[in-house]
């Protein structure tokens, strides 16, 4: 059966394109039906459209209650009959509530190799840290920021001179490989 594929963005939407790219092979039995932001200038937008996904914003400012804001969120992603999530980028926190709607059935990725990391600079903590490596990690989403199991994890080396921004550059190439076979050995199942 092929998985109807939802991926929730913010902003730049470089690991959207890299889900959508992948879906397109023959063997994936996956297709994009949605991409939503609660950002109305989210950069990803323009690039689903312009591949003919359904594009839509759930604009968090307009919303008092985050209840409210997911339960909106929760609506298009039942008119869209998406089996599955994928937070790509998507900077919201999302109320238990939803999150247990859709458990076992939404999955993120984060720029650090969780559990080290959680939340926010990920690359300039592990840099501060003195780490020798970095990475990222795909796992399911529990109400618990960044805590839920882990599908998968890629590492990359933290060389000597690197600034959060080339080690970021590092990580997200690994992040755009890393989350489609992710997708891939969750649609399979
Ligand atoms: C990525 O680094 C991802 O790991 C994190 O947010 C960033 C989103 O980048 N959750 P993009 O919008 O996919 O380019």
């Not at 470089?14 to 949605?34: C, G, H, I, K, T």
Request: glycine share 6%; hydrophobic share 40%.
């Amino acid at each position: 059966m092929t998985k109807r594929v939802a991926i929730l963005i913010s902003g730049r939407g470089s690991n959207m394109r890299s889900l959508v790219e992948a879906m397109q092979a023959d063997d994936f039995s996956a297709q994009p039906v949605l991409v939503l932001s609660n950002r109305p200038d989210a950069a990803g937008l323009d690039y689903a459209r312009a591949a003919g996904i359904p594009a839509t914003i759930v604009d968090h400012t307009e919303f008092k209650m985050r209840e409210v804001f997911d339960a909106a969120i929760h609506s298009k992603l039942a008119k869209a009959q998406a089996d599955i999530i994928c937070l790509a980028g998507f900077m919201r926190l999302l109320t238990p509530g939803f999150v247990k709607k859709w458990t076992g059935r939404m999955i993120n990725i984060h720029p650090s190799l969780l559990p080290k990391y959680p939340g926010l600079h990920t690359h300039q903590r592990a840099i501060d840290a003195g780490d020798t490596e970095a990475g990222c990690t795909v796992h399911y989403v529990v109400p618990e920021m960044d805590a839920g199991e882990i599908i998968g994890q890629a590492r990359v080396p933290i060389l000597h001179g690197d600034t959060a921004d080339t080690l970021a550059e590092r990580v997200i190439k690994q992040e755009h490989t890393l989350y489609p076979e992710c997708l891939r050995t969750l649609c399979a199942k």
